[in-house]
C-alpha cells in the first residue's frame, strides 16, 4: 500500500472534471492514466508571444498578443476557409481565418465591432496581414496576456493544447507537500526549488533550475532502484554453478578465443560458483564474440544439471540466436529450444513440458520465456541480449522464475558511453570485450553524396555480379511517413526493377512469415540484396555479406550507424561500407560522417554520439544508445547522473540498504516516496519490506 500522502496523485484521470469516454481514449494512448502522468506530462517546447498595441509594431512570422474589432464576416466557396476582416486601434486591418472549422463558432467568439484580444501568429497571404487559427481569443486584455508564454505539450489524435494544459492545471493543483529527499546543501547549492514548486514552474516556462531538479529526481530515484536490486539480490540465495568441462571441451569453434573472451569467461565463472545471484553486464563492440562467451556460462549451468535462458528483445533476434546457438551445440547434443510468442499449438506445448520436467537444457526466446505459463524445473542462468531494452522490473521477474534466484548474465552490443552504463547497468559488475577475433578486417568506409546515387548503383551490380551480397538500408519504411525521408519500400522497387529476384525488402511492419522468408532466402545465399530499415541493426550475422550501403547517412545517430556497419565485416573477406549523404549536412552530422571514416572503436563513436548529442540536436531517426529516462535530457544526463549516484549510495549507506534494511529515517522516508512517484519505471516489488 503506498503512503496515503500520494493518494491525489494515483487519481485516475477518468474522474477529472472535462474527461468522458471521448477524452479517455486519447489520454490512454500517451499514458495519461493518473494525476501523477499528468503532472510530469511536461511541455517538450513554449511559445513565447510579444504584446503589440497595434500590427504596425509587429513582424511577419512573429507571436504576437492584439487587441483587433471584428469588422466583416467572408465565407469562401467549397472547402475555403472561413475568414474575418479585423482592424487594430490604429485601423489596421488583417484577416483571421479557419480551415475546416464551423463558421457559427467564430462568429461567436467574434461579434462584429466588439474589441477582442487575439493571440497567434502574424503571417501574410498576398498583400494583407494574417493570423491563421488564432491561439486564443479574449475579451478581457488579463486573459490573453497571460498566455504569452505557453506551453506545447505532445499530443495524441483527439486532444488538443487547451484541454490537455486544463486537465494538467487539475493535476497540478492536487500536488500535495512532500518531504524533501535532496540534501539541503544541494538544493542551495544548485538553487533547485522545492518539488511541488519545481512541477509547477516547469508548466509555465523555460525554467532550468526547476528542469534539472525534475530530471535530478528521476536519475535519483533510478539509482536507488538500481541499488536496491543489487541489495535484494545479494540477500537472496542463489545456486553455485561449478561445471566440470565436459561440455564446453566438445564446442567447435571456428576460431581461437581472445584475451578478452577468455577473461570474460573467467569472471563469470569465479561469479556463478558464488551461492549470490551474479548480475554482471558483458559490454562488447560489433562482432567482439559475446555470444561464444555467453554460451560458455549457459553450459556451465548444464554441465551441473541445470537450465539456462537466453532472452532477446525481438523475434528476429531470438531466431539468429537460436540458429547460431544449435550450431554451436551441435557437438555437445545439448537440448536447446525457441520459445516466442508466435509460438502456439503442440510446438508451444512440448517446450513448455520439455522446459518444466527439464528435458530440454537450454531455451532461447523473447519475453515470452518469462510468461506466468512458463515453468522450468531449475533454471540456474539467464542470459539478456541488447539488455537496454528491459527494464528493472522485467529483471525481478525473471529473478522469480528459479528454485533459487538465477544468476544474470546481461549482454549489449551498442557500446554505451561510461555516463549511460552508469545509469543503465549501476547495479552490475562489468566485463568489457575490447578485442574483435583474429582474422577479422577493417570495414572501408566512405561518405558519398546522394548525387552520385547512379555510380552507387552500377558498384552494386558489379558487387553482386562478382557473387558478392549487400545490405542496402534506409531510414523509413514508406514515403508518406516523412517527406524528406528515403522509404525502404520505394528503393525496393527501384532495385527489384533492376536485379530482379535476387533483392528482398525487410522492415518491421512486414509479417512475420514473409520478413522470416526474406531473412532465410538472404542467409542461404538464395537472395543478394536485402533493402531494409534499420530492423537489421542487431542480431543478422552473415559473413557473406561484405557492403552495406546506408541512405540518407546524416539522419542516423553514430551508435546506429557503427551497428548498422557492423553487419558486414564478419567474415574473412574485404567489406566496404558506404554513406550516403545529403547535401544539408548540420555541423553535427558532418562531424559524425568525419568520424564514422575515422574510426571502428564503437566505444570512442558512443562517447563522442553523447557529446555531439549533449549539445542539444536531436540526431537520426531516434535517439540510439535508448536512455532509460522519460524527463532528463541528454545534457542532464551528462552533468547530474554521477551526482545522483553518489547521493544515492550515500543514502543507502546511512540507510542501511545493503544490509537488507529498509530506508530509514527522514529522508530515507522521502526517498520511498520518489520511488513510488516512479513505481511505473522501477516496480513496486522494490518497495516491499523496506
Not at 548480475?279 to 562482432?287: A, E, P
Not at 550450431?327 to 510446438?347: E, S
Not at 541493426?537 to 557492423?566: N, S, Y
Request: glycine residues 10%.
Amino acid at each position: 500500500m503506498r503512503p496515503d500522502i500520494l493518494n491525489p496523485l494515483f487519481a485516475e484521470t477518468a474522474g477529472l472534471k472535462g474527461v468522458g469516454p471521448g477524452l479517455s481514449k486519447p489520454l490512454d494512448r500517451l499514458g495519461l492514466t493518473r494525476l501523477r502522468d499528468l503532472a510530469y506530462h511536461l511541455p517538450e517546447r513554449f511559445v513565447s508571444r510579444r504584446a503589440v498595441a497595434g500590427l504596425d509594431e509587429s513582424g511577419v512570422g512573429e507571436q504576437v498578443v492584439v487587441a483587433l474589432t471584428p469588422l466583416e464576416y467572408r465565407s469562401s466557396a467549397g472547402r475555403g476557409p472561413f475568414r474575418v476582416l479585423a482592424a487594430d486601434d490604429a485601423g489596421n486591418v488583417c484577416t483571421l481565418a479557419w480551415f475546416g472549422r464551423n463558421a457559427g463558432w467564430a462568429k461567436r467568439q467574434l461579434p462584429l465591432g466588439q474589441r477582442r484580444w487575439i493571440a497567434g501568429r502574424l503571417d501574410q497571404y498576398g498583400q494583407m496581414l494574417q493570423i491563421v487559427h488564432p491561439d486564443h481569443i479574449a475579451e478581457e486584455s488579463a486573459t490573453a496576456l497571460g498566455q504569452l508564454t505557453e506551453p506545447v505539450y505532445p499530443l495524441s489524435e483527439g486532444l488538443t493544447q487547451g484541454r490537455l494544459g486544463a486537465l494538467i492545471a487539475q493535476a497540478l493543483a492536487a500536488l500535495p507537500a512532500l518531504p524533501e529527499w535532496i540534501e539541503p546543501g544541494a538544493l542551495a547549492r544548485n538553487q533547485w526549488p522545492a518539488w511541488r514548486e519545481a512541477l509547477t514552474l516547469a508548466h509555465r516556462g523555460e525554467h532550468r533550475e526547476a528542469r534539472d531538479r525534475l530530471a535530478y529526481d528521476e536519475m535519483f530515484a533510478n539509482a536507488l532502484a538500481l541499488l536496491l536490486v543489487r541489495a535484494a539480490g545479494r540477500a537472496r540465495r542463489g545456486t553455485p554453478l561449478a561445471g566440470d568441462g565436459r561440455l564446453r571441451d566438445r564446442l567447435a569453434l571456428p576460431f581461437a578465443l581472445t584475451g578478452a573472451q577468455r577473461r570474460a569467461i573467467a569472471e563469470i565463472e569465479g561469479d556463478i560458483a558464488q551461492p549470490a545471484p551474479m548480475l554482471r553486464l558483458l559490454q562488447g563492440d560489433v562482432g567482439s564474440g559475446k555470444t561464444v562467451v555467453a554460451l560458455s556460462a549457459m553450459l556451465i549451468a548444464v554441465e551441473t544439471g541445470a537450465q539456462a535462458a537466453l532472452l532477446a528483445p525481438t523475434e528476429l533476434l531470438a531466431r539468429q540466436h537460436y540458429d547460431t546457438l544449435s550450431r554451436m551445440l551441435a557437438p555437445t547434443g545439448v537440448p536447446i529450444a525457441l520459445l516466442t510468442g508466435r509460438d502456439k499449438g503442440r510446438a508451444r506445448e512440448a517446450t513448455l513440458i520439455g522446459l518444466l520436467d527439464g528435458s530440454i537444457a537450454m531455451v532461447v526466446g523473447t519475453h515470452a520465456i518469462f510468461q506466468e505459463a512458463v515453468r522450468y524445473r531449475d533454471l540456474a542462468l539467464v542470459v539478456i541480449d541488447e539488455q537496454h531494452r528491459f527494464g528493472v522490473s522485467q529483471r525481478l521477474l525473471l529473478s522469480q522464475k528459479g528454485r533459487r534466484t538465477p544468476h544474470c548474465l546481461a549482454m549489449t552490443a551498442t557500446p554505451i558511453p561510461r555516463t549511460l552504463c552508469l545509469a543503465q547497468y549501476g547495479e552490475m559488475d562489468v566485463s568489457r570485450l575490447d578485442e574483435l577475433p583474429p582474422g577479422r578486417q577493417p570495414i572501408d568506409t566512405r561518405v558519398v553524396a546522394l548525387d552520385r546515387m547512379e555510380d552507387v548503383i552500377a558498384a552494386l551490380a558489379r558487387h553482386l555480379a562478382g557473387g558478392g551480397q549487400a545490405y542496402w538500408v534506409c531510414p523509413m519504411v514508406r514515403e508518406e511517413e516523412s517527406a524528406d525521408l528515403a522509404a525502404a519500400e520505394a528503393r525496393f522497387a527501384e532495385l527489384a526493377q533492376r536485379f530482379g529476384g535476387a533483392a528482398v525488402l525487410v522492415h518491421g511492419q512486414l509479417r512475420p512469415e514473409a520478413k522470416d522468408a526474406a531473412m532465410a532466402r538472404f542467409v542461404a545465399g538464395e537472395a543478394k540484396l536485402l533493402v531494409a530499415t534499420t530492423v537489421i541493426e542487431v542480431g543478422v550475422d552473415v559473413p557473406d555479406a561484405t557492403l552495406m550501403v546506408i541512405e540518407q547517412a546524416e539522419r542516423f545517430g553514430l551508435a546506429q550507424l557503427h551497428q548498422l556497419r557492423g553487419r558486414v565485416g564478419r567474415g574473412t573477406g574485404r567489406s566496404v561500407c558506404l554513406l550516403l549523404r545529403g547535401t544539408a549536412l548540420s555541423e553535427a552530422g558532418r562531424a559524425r560522417l568525419a568520424l564514422m571514416r575515422e574510426t571502428q572503436d564503437g566505444f570512442r563513436l558512443a562517447e563522442e554520439d553523447l557529446r555531439l548529442r549533449g549539445g542539444g540536436e536531436l540526431l537520426g531517426t531516434r535517439q540510439s544508445g535508448d536512455a532509460p529516462f522519460r524527463i532528463a535530457s541528454l545534457d542532464q544526463i551528462a552533468r547530474l547522473l554521477p551526482v545522483a549516484h553518489d547521493d544515492a549510495r550515500l543514502l543507502v549507506e546511512h540507510a542501511g540498504i545493503e544490509q537488507g534494511g529498509g530506508l530509514t529515517g527522514a529522508r530515507g522516508e522521502a526517498a520511498r516516496l520518489l520511488l513510488y512517484l516512479f513505481e511505473r519505471d522501477y516496480g513496486v516489488q522494490l518497495l516491499r519490506g523496506g
